[in-house]
């Protein structure tokens, strides 16, 4: 029997599911790309002013917001986060 290791089967799940969420080489563009077919369905779009040579999304996850809402005082993910690629590739299925 061959045993797989949680790395091996994430990276797996990551190739399977990459054309999905990577619709750009550029990381920003991809995302805001994502963001605007989801927009209104899943989640949705907050405008921000833009400062220069700073890029800057910000989003709210309707699900959340909508079972939430009342009891949420500020959510906030870094663009580290690897939880958003497993969000915007479940969002999809």
Same mark, same amino acid.
């Given at each position: 029997m061959?045993?797989?290791? &949680? $790395?091996?089967i994430?990276?797996? +799940?990551?190739?399977?599911? &990459? %054309?999905? +969420? @990577? /619709?750009? =080489? =550029?990381?920003?563009?991809?995302? @805001?790309?994502? /963001? @605007? $077919? /989801?927009?209104?369905? $899943? #989640? &949705?779009?907050?405008?921000?002013?833009? &400062?220069?040579? #700073?890029?800057?999304? !910000?989003?709210?996850? $309707?699900?959340? /917001? =909508?079972?939430?809402?009342?009891? #949420?005082?500020? #959510? !906030?993910?870094?663009?580290?986060?690897?939880?958003?690629?497993?969000?915007? %590739?479940? %969002?999809?299925?």
């Open positions: 061959t045993e797989l290791t &949680e $790395k091996q994430y990276s797996h +799940w990551v190739h399977l599911n &990459e %054309a999905t +969420w @990577r /619709l750009n =080489d =550029d990381q920003v563009t991809s995302a @805001r790309t994502l /963001l @605007r $077919k /989801l927009n209104g369905e $899943k #989640i &949705e779009i907050i405008p921000i002013h833009q &400062e220069d040579g #700073i890029n800057t999304i !910000a989003f709210a996850f $309707k699900d959340i /917001l =909508d079972d939430f809402g009342d009891e #949420i005082l500020e #959510i !906030a993910m870094d663009s580290t986060c690897t939880c958003l690629e497993l969000f915007f %590739a479940s %969002a999809h299925q």
